[in-house]
């Protein structure tokens, strides 16, 4: 069923084959969800802070997901659950980020620049690299690792390491 509004909606039935059911039987649905305040309002990134929330509609709480901004999920503490009042834990939803290599060097041309050339990883997340060179020529090629500082391409010892330069690949 979609998200919906508060009120009452009209309940269509629409078949696979025969268009459009008689529902003049059915009764509306009605929609009662209200949240009317959350404490505490601020918390870690990391997640781990326990919040109640108040408010109307929120039945047995099975199917009830709280969303705290687009990186974190409330989930329903056990036992945490009235009608009007809900306790939760804020977990931190991992973000999968992609880099590849499909920016275009000034002097080696496409292929030669990561896009995105800076990234903001939070911990948790996960970070994937894919590269393809255009135009393989022998001894080129692309490793991902980590190094100590912007000014070197010399592997760290410590970090990821995708270990050997290829054409093609991911880490």
């Known amino acids: ?15 696979k084959d025969n268009g459009m059911a ?10 009662d969800f209200t949240i009317t305040g959350a404490s505490p309002l ?13 408010g109307t509609g929120f039945g047995d709480c099975s199917n009830v997901v709280f969303n705290v901004g687009s990186e ?8 945490g659950c009235t009608s009007t009042e809900v306790s939760c834990t804020v977990t931190k939803t991992a973000t999968m980020h992609r880099i590849q ?3 275009r060097h000034f002097k080696f041309g496409p292929g030669y620049v990561w896009e995105p050339a800076t990234l ?20 080129t090629g692309i490793a991902v690792h980590s190094t100590s500082s912007a000014s070197t391409n010399e592997y760290d010892g410590m970090g990821f390491n995708s270990q050997t330069k290829s054409s093609k690949g991911n880490l």
């Open 101 to 103: 290599n499909t920016g």
């Open 1 to 15: 069923m979609p998200a919906l509004a508060n009120g009452q909606h009209t309940v269509y039935v629409q078949t």
């Open 120 to 139: 903001i990883v939070r911990p948790g997340d996960e970070v994937r690299w894919s590269w393809n060179l255009p135009v393989p020529q022998e001894g």
């Open 22 to 31: 008689d529902a003049s039987g059915v009764s509306p649905l009605l929609v």
């Open 72 to 79: 974190h999920t409330c989930v329903v503490d056990e036992g």
């Open 42 to 54: 601020v918390g870690s990134h990391q997640g781990g802070t326990k919040i109640k929330i108040a």
